[in-house]
């Protein structure tokens, strides 16, 4: 009787197991879109201090063009959104690790970049815009010749300055005999000047930036016009799941997003009702 009893309990371990490795079990998340259907929300990277684009309140909140965006991308998808503060250069370089899903942060299509994320249609182009301090009395982008400007780490704009491969392929060239002085992220140029420091005399970033420094009072002047405009798109990490239906999705939604005027009017909402969203004549 015993070993009837012991041969039943086995048979039955085995009928469990056997499920299991059938599909019996929940199989875990294959997919990007697998993943984030299963958390039912978007972890979103974000700079929490790039106003109007992105930055976050005293009370924790987040607000900007970006932030909006990727708040309509995932309600499109069905999803809540998550917001996740991270370094720009961390955001840059891939291989995440699983810690966000994608960077709705205003990041430049380049070769490099390509490489090792993907990157959906651009939803927004930027104009890349030179400034100054008022302190050092520069007003043209001559007078800037031999001094030192200021640009967020792992920026195009910092590419740029440098000439470097990953630069944006535009035929403008910067200044001669400058140097170069970086900020953990764009705005911190601007944040300088306005606690005193005055050892860099320039500062290259997107040109809302600029304008919004300038509103919030600080010691900043518009130097020229835009040097160059860039194309701007959703990211996603390469070395994470397999992104392909998601994508896909993305792709959908982003061109759906400027069909629709979603895009143009968060654009003028957030950049005093300029329209960004199509390419510059």
Not at 94 to 100: E, H, P, T, V
Not at 187 to 216: K, M, S, Y
Not at 247 to 258: G, N, S
Request: net charge negative.
């Amino acid at each position: 009787m015993h070993g009837l009893r012991w041969l039943a309990a086995l048979v039955a371990l085995s009928v469990v197991v056997l499920s299991a490795c059938s599909g019996g079990a929940t199989p875990a998340p294959n997919t990007l879109m697998d993943v984030v259907t299963a958390a039912g929300k978007i972890r979103v990277s974000t700079d929490p201090n790039y106003k109007p684009q992105s930055f976050q309140n005293s009370d924790g909140t987040f607000e900007g063009f970006d932030i909006d965006v990727a708040t309509e991308v995932a309600k499109r998808m069905g999803l809540e959104v998550e917001f996740l503060p991270q370094a720009w250069a961390a955001i840059t370089a891939g291989n995440w690790g699983g810690r966000w899903d994608m960077s709705v942060g205003s990041m430049t299509i380049t070769p490099a970049r390509q490489k090792i994320v993907d990157f959906s249609p651009p939803y927004y182009y930027t104009p890349a815009q030179m400034a100054a301090s008022k302190a050092s009395g520069i007003t043209t982008i001559e007078g800037l010749a031999g001094k030192t400007i200021c640009a967020g780490e792992a920026t195009t704009y910092l590419d740029w300055l440098n000439q470097t491969e990953t630069r944006p392929a535009v035929d403008a060239t910067p200044p001669p005999d400058i140097k170069i002085v970086t900020q953990k992220t764009d705005a911190d140029c601007a944040q300088q000047w306005a606690a005193g420091r005055n050892d860099f005399e320039g500062w290259l970033t997107a040109g809302p930036t600029v304008e919004e420094a300038i509103t919030q009072g600080q010691p900043v002047v518009a130097v020229g016009g835009p040097i160059y405009f860039e194309p701007l798109a959703i990211a996603v990490d390469k070395s994470g799941p397999d992104d392909t239906t998601f994508m896909a999705k993305l792709k959908t939604i982003v061109d759906e997003m400027h069909a629709d005027g979603t895009l143009t009017t968060l654009s003028k909402k957030w950049y005093d009702g300029q329209d960004l969203t199509q390419v510059p004549e």
